[in-house]
């Protein structure tokens, strides 16, 4: 992590708020209180900023400044909102393709699949506020600078993304080993919205339950998984392949 992708100390953070700059997360110390930090509290309360009370040793594996007990993760992005980009999709004739992040927190992965999200067409990702990876420096790297050209939604939870979708006309496709669908089986020439969830533990329940389809990618190894990345890319270029293959817009 690179110095300029936080800022510490309460009044530093509270003065980036209004100043506009776009934040990923807040850490604050677990038993740390004040007028201060009511007043920023009550900016984070009003830009619906992620906080977290954390132990004072992981602010310090960060930073040994003087953070007086607060930190604040920068996005890299200017993230989306789901709500307006929805409809805009719609009114420009698109075929909407999206893709939404259940518990993905490792930046390597997500910045692999936002690469293959932007060449494939996928007009935006959508994360968690919580239990998501950062959009910091690292991940837009690891991204090739797909993620300054992919719009990227971070919602307050999956299961609320799901339901707002589906409420949209949205097809939700869920990818899950215990699937009994072949993930070429599935119609992709619909709204869809592909749900890739955490490697260890996979798509929530909630989430799951809200999903219209549960599609599967073949297996015949030893080891009985795919990297996320990777299988989220088999199944994006599915949904590609079956749009080009009817003469759909593609994005």
């Keep these: 992590m690179e110095a300029n992708d ?18 990923d997360k807040i850490f604050i110390k677990k038993d740390l209180n004040g007028e201060l930090l009511s007043e920023l509290m009550g900016l984070v309360k009003a830009h619906s900023i992620p906080v977290q009370r954390v132990p004072v040793e ?3 594996r960060i930073t040994r400044k003087n ?20 409809p805009q999709l719609y009114e420009e004739g698109v075929l909407p393709f999206m893709v939404l992040l259940d518990g993905i927190t490792d930046v390597r992965n997500f910045g692999a699949i936002a690469r293959t999200c932007e060449c494939a067409g ?9 239990g998501s990876v950062s959009v910091g420096g690292d991940a837009v790297k690891t991204s090739a600078g797909a993620l300054l050209h992919l719009p990227v939604c971070r919602e307050h939870n999956i299961t609320g993304a799901i339901r707002f979708l589906k409420d949209n006309g949205y097809m939700i496709v869920a990818a899950s ?5 072949n993930y070429t089986q599935a119609d992709y020439t619909v709204p869809v919205a592909i749900v890739m969830g955490a490697e260890d533990v996979g798509i929530s329940p909630e989430a799951l339950r ?8 073949p297996q015949f190894g030893k080891i009985g998984s795919l990297n996320v990345s990777v299988a989220a890319g088999v199944i994006m270029y599915e949904v590609v392949r079956q749009r080009l ?3 759909m817009e593609v994005i």
């Design 6 to 23: 936080y800022i510490f100390g309460i009044r530093a953070v509270i003065e980036a708020i209004e100043a506009g700059k776009e934040i």
């Design 58 to 60: 992981r602010i310090n």
């Design 67 to 86: 953070h007086q007990g607060v930190l604040a993760m920068l996005s890299a992005v200017t993230y989306h909102r789901l709500d307006y980009l929805v």
């Design 122 to 130: 996928v007009d935006a990702i959508v994360i968690p506020e919580r």
């Design 177 to 181: 080993e215990k699937a009994d669908i």
């Design 210 to 217: 809200l999903c219209d389809t549960f599609v599967s990618i």
């Design 245 to 247: 293959n009817s003469n």
